[in-house]
T-cell receptor, first 110, second 114 residues
Framework: SAVISQKPSRDICQRGTSLTIQCQVD?????MFWYRQQPGQSLTLIAT?????????ESGFVIDKFPISRPNLTFSTLTVSNMSPEDSSIYLC???????FGPGTRLTVL | QKEVEQDPGPLSVPEGAIVSLNCTYS??????FMWYRQYSRKGPELLMY????GNKEDGRFTAQVDKSSKYISLFIRDSQPSDSATYLC??????????????FGKGTLLTVNP
């Protein structure tokens, strides 16, 4: 298993601003995944991030809105850009073939 | 039709009851099936992982997969208040590589009453 931490754990942001979420893993992993969990909705994959290459985005998610960095094998960031209230959600990173999850970042956009 | 359907509940049972949680799916390419438990304000944690059809048991938990019916189940025996959580089913068609992707159900909220 992997131990995953995320920062911040929660934040309240104003419309039009951006927030960068950090994900740190205690071991080297090839693939990292970013998910969104909206109230009453399924966990939805935003993108897959491999070290040394551009992230692969799922349908409905674009790099300009959710830029991702993956500078090494233990760390990744997801930025939520130009936020609106519809971006209020829990954002989770995960790793591994069976996908271990971090504790999540609870974002509220006013 | 959504790829994965899961009754959101809520489901409330007395302590000691047998709990049955279910998901149906439409994509016949799914080969790998998972159940996650998510406590309030926590990330999901993997409970059970099965490949193709059949049963898998781990302590009080049993996962069943019926690919012919596109139906998976999670049974919890002798349920405890500590089992109170949201249970998410998830599935994929590939266990690794660049095409790996999980499709989740919406989750079922379970409360076990002492």
């Amino acid at each position: 298993s992997a131990v995953i931490s995320q920062k911040p754990s929660r934040d309240i942001c104003q419309r039009g601003t951006s927030l960068t979420i950090q994900c740190q893993v205690d071991s080297q992993v090839t693939m990292m995944f970013w998910y969104r969990q909206q109230p009453g909705q399924s966990l939805t994959l935003i993108a897959t991030a491999n070290q040394g290459s551009e992230a692969t985005y799922e349908s409905g998610f674009v790099i300009d809105k959710f830029p991702i960095s993956r500078p090494n094998l233990t760390f990744s960031t997801l930025t939520v850009s130009n936020m609106s209230p519809e971006d209020s959600s829990i954002y989770l990173c995960s790793v591994g073939d069976t996908q271990y999850f971090g504790p999540g970042t609870r974002l509220t956009v006013l | 039709q959504k790829e994965v359907e899961q009754d959101p509940g809520p489901l409330s049972v007395p302590e000691g009851a047998i709990v049955s949680l279910n998901c149906t799916y439409s994509n016949s390419a799914f080969q790998y099936f998972m159940w996650y438990r998510q406590y309030s304000r926590k990330g999901p944690e993997l409970l059970m992982y099965t490949y193709s059809s059949g049963n898998k048991e781990d302590g009080r938990f049993t996962a069943q997969v019926d690919k012919s019916s596109k139906y998976i189940s999670l049974f919890i025996r002798d349920s405890q208040p500590s089992d109170s959580a949201t249970y998410l089913c998830a599935m994929s068609g590939d266990s690794g590589g660049s095409n790996y992707k999980l499709t989740f159900g919406k989750g079922t909220l379970l409360t076990v009453n002492p």
